[in-house]
């Protein structure tokens, strides 16, 4: 499985951005996605993810404000982040869990929020 993450940006604070991450290659049994941000001089943290039956569940300081989506007929994995704040700058990863407990990880996608 090859992961793509986009949609990264400028944005400014108070702001809105969907980052996309696209699988290609064999995606059956994957078993969750997710997504994490690593700031600068920061470990990688988890921000939200979603399992194989749709549900999802996220970081405290996300919640409200982002929303994790899958369409899995595109092998599309989604992150709709709203009322984005400074604090949110990080380059945003996506990951897909293998039932074995495989991890593949896409490239990552900068967004950064101005004050």
């Known amino acids: 499985v090859q992961l793509q993450a986009s949609g990264g940006g400028l944005v400014q604070a108070g702001g809105s951005l969907r980052l996309s991450c696209t699988a290609s290659?064999?995606?059956?049994?994957?078993?969750?996605m997710g997504w994490y941000s690593q700031a600068p001089g920061k470990r990688r943290e988890l921000i939200a993810t979603i399992a194989s039956s749709g549900s999802a569940s996220y970081a405290d300081s996300v919640k409200g404000r982002f929303t994790i989506s899958r369409d899995i007929a595109v092998n599309t994995l989604y992150l709709q982040m709203n009322s984005l704040k400074p604090e949110d700058t990080a380059v945003y990863y996506c990951n897909a869990v293998h039932y074995s407990g495989y991890v593949y990880w896409g490239q990552g996608t900068l967004v950064t929020v101005s004050s």
């Open positions: 290659g064999s995606d059956s049994g994957i078993n969750r």
